[in-house]
């Protein structure tokens, strides 16, 4: 008998669907309810490109006598490097007002969108720096960097 296959994924791209928001107080980031992420904003279409906002287990080696082989198990989590690259407003008037250097709080990203019952990603974030693009030719924008403070809750219920 062979394996039985998974169901077939409704495959789409981020652009149109995913959401970015800052939320600056959630009081369980392992269950934001629907108030605490309405209270957020809505970075989504400032954006212009994300890096990180990603874990990663390291593996430790587990050699013993008994054996060449060498196995492992898991070791520590981190998480990557992690920033959003937003545009500035001519005004100044933009996400350098919501998230300063410094700032505490959570990026809650929802890949699928902001849908009930759907899942989303709630990362605890501290602002490190927020440097400007000196670019001459491109459009002027700022790049939020972020220290991930907690383990992310990841694939969180949807309120």
Known sequence: MVATPIAPTSRYIPPGTTRYYWVVSISNYNAP???ELN???????EISAVSGFATNSDQQDT???GSRFTGKIPGRITADDSSIT?????NSSDARTLMPRDSAGYIVIFPEGDITGQK????????TGVPKSRDVENPAG??????ITKIPAENVTIP
């Open 86 to 90: 937003m545009y500035a407003s001519s």
């Open 39 to 45: 209270a957020g904003s809505d970075l989504t279409a």
């Open 63 to 65: 050699p013993d006598l």
């Open 142 to 147: 700022m790049t939020f960097q972020y220290a």
């Open 33 to 35: 309810t629907r108030s």
């Open 120 to 127: 989303c990603d709630v990362f605890p974030v501290k602002v």
